[in-house]
RNA sequence: GCCAAGAUAGCUCAGUUGGCAGAGCAACUGAUUCGUAAUCAGUAGGUCGUGAGUUCAAUUCUCAUUCUUGGCUCCA
């Protein structure tokens, strides 16, 4: 039969194996990077015939993105194969191929230790070494079930009957055999590069009724250099970890004694919330919102009222005051609706843009606690927009508009995504229908892409929500922005229309950075504690040379002050480049030097924390030289701020 | 919430097979007056997360608890 093989025309025998036809058409040493062969969309074992229908035959090399899931897939297989050997009665369940390696899940009468990682890993090595052939074999059904069955791999049978299939494959390589889809490396010997990372629990199938497993995730590439990289990266971006740099720049800490998921913010990290607040103020104020603020804990019954306490409850904290229950406040809207209340609404005065940055308190279960990012108590910048039905498509426009300039502000990558009805839900089909296509039309009106979410609304209603990605490759959810029939009818919200009769408004929560807790978090991680200039907590330092320059480092020091700049003093009795090494360290952005040569000239000699050095320049000139750096990113997107105006 | 690991000085960490608790940095004092990533010397600093139990003796062993971490489930 005659195929092509990368580009090249070859000529094979009926019945021929991929691995001889890629053999053929390629030069040896591309042939020894090839991991599984692909035809059309079809991945193939270097092991397995050219199908007959195969015309066109390409190789996956190792580098490959789809070679890097053949070979973490088989890595996961080759430390099954270990797992089994050193404890024979653990079971085996799944075990995929995820971004930038692979796990395993088993089920093991005791919890592995990390000196069971060392001899998994140990055992992984030496299945390497004896280079066993991973095999393929076709069984029906029933064979397969009871092959496992024999085993004892009962999970492997639980899986045979969930996927209803008529055939099953089935790779083995040395004595390990499991029920896989494949395709798989030729041989053990061609993996050459991983690292077992961590072992977790992980319930069966994903779902916390069943019974916890074990799950091992390890790391795979295509050679060591590679892995070396990825554990290099790793290693990177922990340093850039915002809880480590939130203690290392003493911005905010937490303390057993307040309770988890609480944060206390220290004077630093405080000033940068301040400045990001305020500067929140400012730009909701300039795009037509009002500010107002609702008390912590709100009276039971109105939470009853609005179908939180029938589909929150679990994560609201409640207290009694004389008899009378209380609910503290997991989001914001219950009093922007009274305020929305409090005066007849004409169809001239919406829509109403209500903003509060409201301090929310949930109570999230204690395992997903983590830093910043995810806390129990929080501020977030959150609005609530009543407006007539015909208004909504813009607003929710509007409020897009606003996401994006903030994500172009701090160069953030992101993407929408568009989440709709959840199970435990208020409010009619109708209604979800109508919102769900609200938010579709506004996105695609103004082509903007999206994914759906199926069944992952809030109770209220759909909701677009932003995702941003941090310096680790986790995403984070900061933006939302939510559609709601439901407040505005069960607080009877309405409006007195042009034909003079009463009509009811529409409402969206959203919310633009999220939660500040974790927007910070996120831009520590980002900008790996080096804030940019305008949200530098200390902006620049002064440092003399010697005790004869503090006269003069002082009146620098209230110059700058009186300019707005955040500025500190170090006029210690240390040596320069302790001063220096100590504000790097702290990653102030400028370093404003000051010995006898300046002090003569009323001059001090710049340094910047990335290494750039304008020289000696005039009191006034470094003032403006900070000042202009801390406008930079405003010149950039849609905003304007200043932190003194 | 579930599975697992951890908590020792302000920070980073060592240590005790159960017998007076250690280092570096930071702090404080003194010397030094120095030009762009760590000057030298000295002093002080701990109920070994918290509460019980076992023991002649617990930071170490056991149990409970709080908090943190890695996952799972869930979310801004």
Redesign the pocket.
Known sequence: MQIEVAGNQIELAEGALCADALKEGLSKKQFKKVVVAKCGEDMLDLTAAVPTACTTLEPVFADSEEGLVVIRHSTAHLMAEAVKKLFPTAKVTIGPSIKDGF?YDFDYE?????EDLEAIEKEMLSSVGANKDFACQTMTADEARTYFADMNEDYKGELIDDLGEDEYSIYTHGDFSDLCRGPHVARTGMLKAFKL???????WR???KNK?L??I?GTAWQDPKALKKHLFRLDEAKKR?H??LG??LDLF??????????IMWHPKGGLVRAILEDWERKEHLKRGYDIVQGPLILKQELWEKSGHYENYKE?MYFTEIDDQGYGIKPMNCLAHMLIYKRKTQSYRDLPQRYFELGVVH?H?????????????S?T?DDAHLICRPDQLQDEIIGVFHFVKDLMDLFSFEFRAEI?TR?EKSVGTDADWELATSALENALDSIDEEYTINEG?G?FYGP?I?I?LEDS?G???????I?CDFTLPERFDLVYVGEDGARHRPVMLHR?IL??I???VGVLIEHFAGALPVWLAPVQARLM??????IEFSEKAKQFMLSKGIRVEADI???????????A??EKIPY?L???????EAGCV???S?DGE?P??VTLEEAAQLILDAAQEPFKLGGMSYSFSG
Not at 364 to 376: A, D, N, W
Not at 474 to 480: F, V
Not at 544 to 549: K, M, P
């Open positions: 796990y005791r919890p592995f230790t990390p990372l961590s072992v977790a629990g992980a319930y994903g779902d916390e916890m074990q799950r995730y970890d809880r480590k203690t290392q800490s937490t303390h057993e004694d307040i309770g988890g998921g609480m994560n949930r999230e279960k204690s395992g997903v606690l983590h830093g910043l990012m995810r806390v129990r929080f977030q989440s959840p992952d809030a909701k929500d995702i680790l986790r995403s984070w959810q900061c933006a939302t939510q919310v999220g939660s807790e974790r927007f003399n040379v010697t005790d004869s320059q210690r009795n240390e040596k320069l480049g302790y001063k220096v090494r100590e790097q360290v370093m030097v000051i010995g006898d040569k300046e002090v000699n710049i340094r924390r050095d020289g000696m």
